[in-house]
């Protein structure tokens, strides 16, 4: 594994376009006028056919994985299709920044669903920042309720969608113990938009007839947020510190409320701003003490 200077600074610079790549997937999403479930099954299966030409470098790969490894990862595809329609959901309901400064809360419930299935020790910092992360998230939602119930329904949709999400991870986590990065993403992308088409399906939502603004859109979150952001961290966990792969949480709901605010004219209220950093403090604080790689 490469430790000089010269590496390092390539894989920061790769990091710092991964936060900025993730940060305009609500950009994106609030571009389409399009149901939330198709965008996202889009998103996935155009990621997918990106992918594609790589696919037969490993098919012995696929080849050996068991039966309990399709399982799981059946589990997190859906897993991560139930985040994109939640949090995909919420956008249309509430802010960018009160969207996005939730979801920051994945790691919060990804540690206290390691401690309460597996005993992971939780110390007095990492609780402190759960609580400051909680108050911020409470604020949040009782400043969005005063502006209208849509607005914290929103709020709560995003915080499901974090806790979807957080699953997900988790699987994903155990399940790249024995696969490969390509193997793994290419596999559940596929799975949770087959999820979402399944859905589609039941729903009656339309899968042609849109305009090419709308294709545009879908081809743009498959390649910026999911091939450039998602995709990409992935990667850098080989060569990166976790704690400071996870640390991209807290880049994208700074820089996508500052695109919102170009891009779509919403305004930070104090109470959004206020809360906003108290979460992020929070978080901040519980990644900085919970993982000492």
């Known amino acids: 594994m490469p430790t000089d200077r010269k590496s390092a600074g390539t894989y920061e610079l790769l990091f710092v376009i991964g936060i900025i790549a993730i940060s305009f997937s609500s950009i994106f999403v609030r571009w389409s006028s399009a149901d939330v479930a198709v965008i996202a099954m889009y998103r996935l299966y155009l990621t997918n056919l990106l992918m594609l030409p790589f696919v037969w470098r490993y098919r012995r790969e696929w080849m050996r994985l068991r039966l309990r490894q399709w399982g799981l990862l059946v589990a997190s595809g859906v897993m991560l ?25 994945e790691p919060v419930f990804v540690m206290l669903a390691s ?12 609780l402190i920042g759960i609580g400051i992360a909680m108050v911020g998230s409470i604020i949040i939602g009782s400043s969005d309720f005063a502006l209208s119930g849509d607005a914290l329904t929103g709020d709560v949709l995003s915080m499901l969608g974090a806790l979807a999400v957080a699953i997900h991870m988790m699987l994903g986590k155990h399940l790249r113990k024995d696969m490969s990065a390509f193997v793994y993403n290419f596999s559940v992308f596929f799975l949770a938009a087959t999820s979402l088409a399944a859905y589609n399906v039941v729903r009656g939502n339309p899968f042609f007839g849109y305009e090419p603004k709308e294709w545009g859109v879908f081809l743009l979150l498959a390649i910026v947020p999911t091939l450039f952001g998602h995709y990409l961290f992935n990667w850098l966990l080989k060569f990166m510190n976790t704690a ?12 996508s409320s500052v695109l919102a605010w170009i891009l779509l004219g919403e305004a930070l209220t104090g109470y959004q701003l206020g809360a906003g950093m108290l979460i992020l403090f929070g978080v901040w604080l519980f990644i900085r003490h919970g993982d000492k790689e």
């Open 115 to 126: 401690f309460v299935l597996f005993r992971t020790l939780v110390n007095r910092m990492m």
């Open 81 to 105: 299709a139930l985040h994109f329609l939640l949090w995909m959901a919420s956008l249309r309901l509430t802010t960018v920044a009160s969207s996005t400064v939730i979801l920051t809360l």
């Open 244 to 255: 400071a792969v996870s640390m991209s949480v807290l880049g994208e709901p700074v820089i």
